[in-house]
């Protein structure tokens, strides 16, 4: 067992070293720049969200299994 953990752990430091590329610096923005290109407010599918809103507070009130509920289905 040891020599397998040996063989292992010289795999993922070997990988490491070998390893693509390091991963490229993402262009500094300042923070008013980097705002107007992200969008703050996510759509909802209205519709969609609604019908489980009521389905889930039926079934569960309004606690954690709730919240569960909706985030399971997306909403």
């Known amino acids: ?11 993922v430091i070997g990988g490491m070293l070998v390893g693509g ?6 262009p500094a923005l300042s923070a008013d720049q980097a705002l107007r290109s992200e969008v703050i407010v996510q759509h909802v599918q209205y519709r969609y969200c609604r019908g ?13 299994l709730y919240r569960r509920c909706m985030r399971r289905h997306g909403c």
Do not use: I, K, N
């Open 1 to 11: 067992m040891t020599r397998d953990v040996v063989f292992a752990s010289l795999l």
């Open 21 to 26: 590329q390091p991963a490229a610096a993402a």
């Open 52 to 64: 489980w809103h009521r389905e889930c507070s039926y079934r569960w009130g309004y606690g954690w």
